[in-house]
């Protein structure tokens, strides 16, 4: 992962020690274009089965789709398979920080079937830690939304990442208002630009 210097705007709580309130340069590492995915495992069905992440992109075109939470709408992504298909693309896995069986049971609920999207658990928040995905803004925390995952989609050919969007603002933390860059028809014009 990249290491970069960036502006972390209210990060820090006013009650928060030293910082009070203040914005402050610091240190994070993104997942960023020509790293691989990190080998951590997501979850699928119930009982779970774990498929370690590395190993199950190798050799194939991806698309990682990170939502803040299950039986939030899937952004289009079942409607776009044709195109998806015609662009190369594997697989489209919808994540989020949940258990497998409740993954399982919006796959129901969506009728996932036997398209190409699977919805996997990520319970520990591994996958969402190790790609810098977690969200932290104040707003959604006051709610009780600890560890959830920001709402993005990455494309990834044999592990590599080539593209990676991110629907965050200050005013939009979970990305619900403005999810544009995540939906289907953005990750398609990506993987155009990229096969370009």
Known sequence: MALRLIQATRVF???YPFFGGRNAFVAR???SVGDKLPSVELHLGFPPKKYNLAEFAKDKSILLVGLP???TPIPNYLENQDAFR???IDKVIVYCVNDAAVMQAWGKDQKVGLSMLQLMGDPAGELTKALD???THPGPME???YGRCKRHAIYAVDGEIKAINIAEREDDPAGDAHPEVTLADAMLEEIRKVKS
């Open 133 to 135: 995905m977690e969200m």
């Open 86 to 88: 015609k662009e190369g």
């Open 143 to 145: 709610k009780g939304l």
């Open 29 to 31: 590492s993104f997942a």
């Open 69 to 71: 939470g299950a039986f």
């Open 13 to 15: 709580p006013s009650s």
